[in-house]
C-alpha cells in the first residue's frame, strides 16, 4: 500500500467514526424520553442526515480511489519513487 491509499483510507476512518457517534450519543438521548417531542423529532432528522452523509463519504471515498487509480503514480509505487512522487504533488 502507499501513502495515498492510507490517507484517504484513515480520513474516511475518521470521518465514519465521528459520524458513528453523533449517532451514538442522540441515540441514547432520545431513549432517555427526558426531552419533549420536538427536540427528539430533530434528533430523529438528524439521525437520517448522518446515515445519508456515512452513504455520501464512503461513496465519495470510492470514486477518488477509482478516479486516482488511473491518474497517480502513488497507487503503484514503492520506496523510493513513492517519496519522490509524494514531494512532486505536495510542491505544488
Not at 33 to 50: A, Q, Y
Request: aromatic share 10%; charged share 15%; net charge negative.
Amino acid at each position: 500500500m502507499n501513502l495515498l491509499f492510507w490517507a484517504l483510507t484513515v480520513g474516511v476512518i475518521g470521518k465514519v467514526l465521528l459520524a458513528v457517534g453523533v449517532l451514538i450519543a442522540h441515540s441514547q438521548l432520545a431513549h432517555e424520553r427526558k426531552i419533549d417531542s420536538l427536540v427528539l423529532k430533530s434528533f430523529r432528522l438528524e439521525h437520517t442526515l448522518t446515515i445519508t452523509g456515512i452513504i455520501l463519504i464512503i461513496s465519495g471515498y470510492l470514486m477518488e480511489v477509482f478516479f486516482y487509480e488511473f491518474g497517480t503514480p502513488l497507487f503503484s509505487c514503492t520506496g523510493r519513487d513513492c517519496a519522490e512522487a509524494a514531494a512532486v504533488i505536495l510542491s505544488l
